[in-house]
């Protein structure tokens, strides 16, 4: 009891994998440039800037000698 694939059967089954064909290439290209523009922006962000720095005295009088 099987049923026979027609003409019209065909037009239609390759004209909806075509059409599935090019919404898969056109989503894939659309994230991969989404991708793409994320980590270039992220590779040229500047370092962001720390909390506090530690205090750290200018003059070098404050320092034992290391010497015995």
């Not at 049923?3 to 290209?29: C, D, H, K, N, Y």
């Not at 991969?32 to 909390?51: E, I, W």
């Not at 750290?56 to 034992?64: F, G, L, S």
Request: proline letters at 9%; aromatic letters at 10%; hydrophobic letters at 45%.
């Amino acid at each position: 009891m099987g049923t026979s694939l027609t003409p019209e059967f065909w037009e239609r089954f390759t004209l909806l994998l075509f059409a599935a064909m090019g919404v898969t290439i056109v989503l894939a290209a659309l994230f991969d440039s989404l991708v793409l523009r994320f980590q270039n922006r992220r590779a040229h962000r500047p370092p962001a800037p720390s909390a506090s720095a530690p205090y750290r005295p200018e003059t070098e009088d404050q320092r034992t000698s290391v010497r015995s």
